[in-house]
């Protein structure tokens, strides 16, 4: 039986990731929908091969765009605009849909496949920082599956007993199998062995230069903060309902380890690969099966030094800002992840120095205390609150950015 799946941001790293892998199984999966942003000359190029059914752009500009270059190639695929269009793809029998759009603007969609119970790959960090109680019951009340994406969750989540994968999100998953901790890995970016007083002449190009994987601008910026290992953390939390306290971050550069899951009779296991978004897509879309990812083997041998360390928090105050919001509860993460937010586009914009980033996020979530409410309708209400004070925050910022003058 063929697998219906939608693609919310096939244009990004990961959405053509996960096209590369359905390429290897064309009996297995069949694309019925496409989503992306604004880039219709990539999104041509995947109507042209993968011919889906309904393609959303988010721009309407760049909709009207598309469906004037799919007509010149005599395509009839349904091209509509807007995140109310983008909602309302999971509404047409999709069996899979993969959520990689960058951002809070993933949120409504994820949402939306959730309710139609449909088998969920969550790439997009934001949904489950800022709503991952809420996002955890959603699931269990539409009988949805929750897949992680992320290599470090996926790894985890490969990790866990079978009985734990079908069961994640329900309940204690320490108490339930065993666990003693979580490792989640992390390679420290390229800034791992930087000297602090450098960070402020820190270019947004050197930012986005990962040294293991190649990602998009915002999430390479969060691994140059160690953001997104903060995020990953309140991530975890609520995947595996695990207490903060029991999940602990390592440094890893060799990036191969992608997490480590310890169990109370002193047994890690850890799940390792070559660093390729592939090898989780693969397990995701395969799960419980195992399939092809197209992804190389790993040289055990080359790869015969694995270096471990923890992160430093006066390095990375991002992974310290991160915990106290987890711990705070309510609306500190939807805090935090809108304020992280705004912060990494301005400096991509060369508006702020990188030493401003998580000053901003700290300075934000001291200016807006927490809610204990985490409805959808305060989460997002705080969300564009936060977004406001970071921008106002931000403005006051003297500027430092390489190129623009002190």
């Not at 109680?133 to 470090?152: F, G, K, W």
């Amino acid at each position: 039986m063929t697998d219906k799946v939608a693609i919310f941001g096939s244009t990004g790293s990961v959405g053509v990731n996960t096209l590369e892998v359905i390429r290897l199984h064309p009996d297995r999966y069949r694309v019925a929908a496409l989503a992306a942003n604004t880039n219709t000359r990539l999104m041509l190029e995947q109507c042209l091969e993968f011919k889906p059914e309904q393609v959303v752009m988010v721009d309407p500009t760049s909709a009207i765009r598309l469906r004037t270059m799919l007509g010149e190639h005599g395509l009839a695929t349904e091209v509509t605009s807007g995140t109310d269009s983008l909602d309302a793809l999971v509404s047409q029998g999709i069996d899979s849909v993969v959520c990689a759009i960058v951002g809070a603007a993933g949120l409504s969609s994820t949402l939306s496949a959730l309710r139609a119970g449909a088998k969920v790959l969550i790439a997009n960090k934001e949904p489950l920082v800022m709503l991952g109680p809420y996002i955890m019951q959603l699931a269990r009340q539409h009988n949805a599956v929750i897949l992680p994406l992320d290599s470090e969750h996926n790894a985890i989540f490969q990790c866990l007993p079978t009985r734990g994968q079908q069961l994640l999100g329900a309940g204690n998953a320490k108490q339930q199998f065993g666990i003693r901790r979580l490792l989640l890995t992390g390679s420290g970016g390229p800034f791992r062995t930087l000297d602090p007083a450098d960070f402020p002449r820190v270019t947004p190009e050197q930012a986005c230069a990962h040294p293991n994987w190649q990602m998009g601008p915002k999430i390479s910026v969060d691994s140059a903060t160690m953001m997104n290992k903060g995020l990953e953390l309140i991530e975890a939390c609520a995947l595996f309902s695990m207490h903060e306290k029991d999940i602990e971050i390592v440094v890893h550069p060799q990036s191969v380890v992608h997490s480590m899951v310890e169990y109370v009779d002193g047994s890690v296991l850890a799940q390792m690969a070559n660093p390729d978004m592939k090898v989780p897509i693969a397990n995701a879309l395969g799960w419980p099966e195992r399939i092809d990812s197209g992804a190389a083997s790993l040289d055990l041998f080359g790869a015969a030094k694995f270096d471990f360390s923890p992160p430093d928090t006066a390095r990375f105050p991002a992974l310290k800002i991160a915990r106290e919001a987890i711990r705070a509860g309510g609306t500190a993460p939807a805090i935090l992840n809108a304020a992280n937010e705004v912060a990494v586009q301005k400096f991509l914009d060369r508006q702020i120095g990188f030493n401003r980033i998580s000053e901003l996020v700290e300075e934000t979530m001291a200016k807006l205390p927490m809610d204990e409410d985490i409805s959808l309708e305060a989460v997002i209400a705080v969300d564009q609150r936060a977004r406001v004070v970071c921008g106002q925050l931000a403005s006051g910022s003297k500027t430092v950015c390489p190129g623009l003058g002190v």
